[in-house]
């Protein structure tokens, strides 16, 4: 089913994540090292996609991820419509522009936009460091003897994130952490932090989120909110789904994200497609230039 308010001409942006929601039919999980590359099986999603994004009359496609640029490099150069130019990494706490090839001042767009809660909340970035000090120097050692398991953090600049071990809960491996660190770090440093999960990682965000990056990018290229729509599937995109109001889930999506989606009444779809293949049915059904 293809909801007219999703697919109507009028969407000029749209906010793409990558895990759960770019990957081909059969689900085939993309890598998580810098040195992986798209096999034979994700490259033929990802350019069909992209010939779909050229041939529908969006104006821009922005991959909206928790995973880092080195992560999502070897990924967005199989997007080479220039309607793919920026990428939100990192929960949006950066900006890449891959045509002037540099990252965006995020806290610098916020104030040239008006955006004061959004300066605020980008100036939190400094509570990260204190975060990332005390994980390397305690509370990963504490979370390794109790899971007896290796947490290293992943290879960021503004997220602290470890992958959630096989066989352990994602859930209670969150309030975990989020327990010590409570007890171990001055209010002052926890208190801005969200603690969040996607499908394989924890994520604890200086308070940034998804959802900023949408705000902050359309007011930055002057595009009413009415005109964007966001793709998700997992917990980490429920600021989205709550409080975005137009939204696509595709059919492996989370069950809560689905709820928020038809929640949404005209405005959400939950795609009868899974994970690629719903990307690639709203852009074809986006009309052609």
């Known amino acids: 089913m293809i909801l007219h308010n999703v697919t109507n001409p009028n969407i000029r942006i749209i906010f793409q994540d990558i895990d759960g929601c770019l990957n081909p039919a059969d689900g085939e999980a993309f890598g998580v090292t810098e040195d ?3 096999s034979s099986n994700q490259i033929s999603m990802l350019d069909t996609i992209n010939t779909a994004l050229d041939q529908s009359s969006v104006e821009h496609f922005v ?11 070897n990924l967005a150069k199989h997007f080479t419509s220039p309607k793919a130019r920026y990428f939100l990494v990192e929960h949006a706490c950066a900006l890449y522009d891959r045509q002037r090839d540099i990252n965006l001042n995020c806290e610098q767009m916020a104030a040239a ?6 300066v605020t909340r980008y100036q939190n970035l400094a509570h990260i460091q204190i975060l990332f000090d005390w994980y390397r120097d305690h509370g990963m050692a504490l979370l390794e003897a109790h899971y007896q398991t290796p947490l290293p953090a992943v290879d960021k600049q503004a997220n602290l994130s470890f992958r959630i071990p096989s066989g352990v809960d994602g859930e209670a491996l969150l309030k975990h952490i989020e327990s010590i660190a409570r007890a171990q770090l001055a209010p002052a440093h926890i ?3 969200l603690f969040l999960r996607s499908d394989n990682y924890i994520d604890i965000l200086p308070g940034i989120h998804k959802l900023d990056g949408i705000h902050l990018l359309t007011a930055h290229l002057k595009i009413d909110l009415d005109h964007a729509l966001a793709v998700g ?3 980490n995109d429920i600021p989205i789904f709550e409080a975005f109001h137009r939204v696509l889930c595709p059919a492996n999506a989370h069950p809560r994200i689905q709820a928020l989606t038809r929640a949404k009444g005209e405005s959400g779809e939950v795609s009868e497609q899974a994970y690629g293949l719903a990307t690639l ?4 059904g986006i009309p052609a230039i």
């Open 36 to 38: 992986w590359e798209p």
């Open 63 to 73: 991959i909206n991820t928790g995973r880092p640029w080195g992560l999502v490099r």
């Open 113 to 118: 936009n008006g955006l004061n809660d959004l």
């Open 191 to 193: 208190e801005p932090l």
């Open 233 to 235: 599937d997992y917990l």
């Open 281 to 284: 049915s709203l852009l074809r």
